[in-house]
């Protein structure tokens, strides 16, 4: 599931798995923080799209701190930020 930024209709980031089959419906939780996928046989899948939440997780993965090189091949669409894994 590509996602795209909607003013500029850019792709953002790399595309989120989907549910398994043909996506019928997808909902963002009212944070904003969640996107909910559902198909037609398969439950739904939720995504943690919080930009904060998802630089967590990837801080966690890797096992020093990322070069202004790795940050940007792997958050794009994040402003480098120094010491923040």
């Known amino acids: ?7 500029s209709h850019q792709p953002v980031g790399a595309p989120l798995p ?3 089959d043909a996506v019928l419906d997808l909902a963002f939780a009212p944070t904003g ?3 909910h996928a559902a198909g037609a046989h398969t439950e739904a899948r939720v995504h ?3 930009a904060e ?3 967590q997780a990837l801080c966690r993965l890797v ?5 202004p090189a790795e940050w ?3 958050v794009p669409d994040a402003p480098y930020r120094r ?3």
Request: proline content about 17%; aromatic content about 0%.
């Open 48 to 50: 943690d799209v919080d």
């Open 53 to 55: 939440t998802v630089i």
């Open 18 to 20: 989907g549910p398994g």
């Open 72 to 74: 940007a091949a792997l």
């Open 83 to 85: 010491g923040t894994c």
């Open 1 to 7: 599931m590509p996602l795209r930024d909607v003013p």
């Open 33 to 35: 923080a969640k996107l």
């Open 63 to 67: 096992p020093a701190p990322l070069t």
